[in-house]
C-alpha cells in the first residue's frame, strides 16, 4: 500500500509547518505540490509527474484553495470527477474564512474543511487529530478499487 500524503500548498511558511506537524506525528511520506497544476500532475501522473506510478494514490489530500495556475476548487472537482481519484479523502486545509468556499469545498466533494490556526500550538494540535484520524482511525478504501469505483 502506498502510504504517502499529498500537501497541496504555496506558502512556504505554511508548508513548513505542515511537515513539521505531519512528521511529528505520522510516519508517512509527504510530496508536496506548490500549486494547482503541479497536483493535478501529480494525481494523474502527467507533466513532470509522467514517470510516477499513476496507480498508487497518496491516502490523504491537505488541500489549500488559494492556489496559483489551478485553484484549489478546481482540483478537488477534477478528482471527483474522474474514477481513479475520486475515492481519495481530500481534507481542505486553508485560512480562507469565506463562506462560499466552504459551501463550495463541501458540494465538490471534500471529506472536511479545517481552518488554518494562526497559533503554532494549535496547528500542531489540529494536524495531529487530522493525521490520527485520516490515517488511523477511519477506514480507507482499498487502493485496488479505488480506480474502478
Given at each position: 500500500m502506498n502510504k504517502t500524503i499529498l500537501l497541496v500548498e504555496d506558502n512556504p511558511d505554511d508548508e513548513a509547518l505542515t511537515l513539521r506537524a505531519v512528521r511529528k506525528h505520522m510516519p508517512y511520506g509527504i510530496v508536496v505540490a506548490r500549486d494547482g497544476a503541479e497536483a493535478l500532475d501529480y494525481l494523474f501522473g502527467t507533466g513532470d509527474h509522467s514517470e510516477r506510478d499513476s496507480l498508487a494514490n497518496p491516502l490523504l489530500v491537505l488541500l489549500d484553495l488559494k492556489l496559483p495556475k489551478v485553484?484549489?476548487?478546481?482540483?478537488?472537482?477534477?478528482?471527483?470527477?474522474?474514477?481513479?481519484?475520486?475515492?481519495i479523502p481530500v481534507i481542505v486545509f486553508t485560512s480562507s474564512t469565506e463562506e462560499q468556499d466552504i459551501l463550495d469545498s463541501y458540494r465538490l466533494g471534500a471529506n472536511s474543511y479545517i481552518r488554518k490556526p494562526v497559533d503554532y500550538g494549535?496547528?500542531?494540535?489540529?494536524?495531529?487529530?487530522?493525521?490520527?484520524?485520516?490515517?488511523?482511525?477511519?477506514q480507507l478504501p482499498p487502493q485496488r478499487n479505488c480506480a474502478a469505483a
Open positions: 485553484n484549489g476548487l478546481e482540483v478537488l472537482r477534477r478528482m471527483r470527477e474522474n474514477g481513479k481519484t475520486r475515492s494549535q496547528f500542531c494540535d489540529n494536524m495531529k487529530q487530522v493525521m490520527t484520524y485520516w490515517l488511523s482511525v477511519n
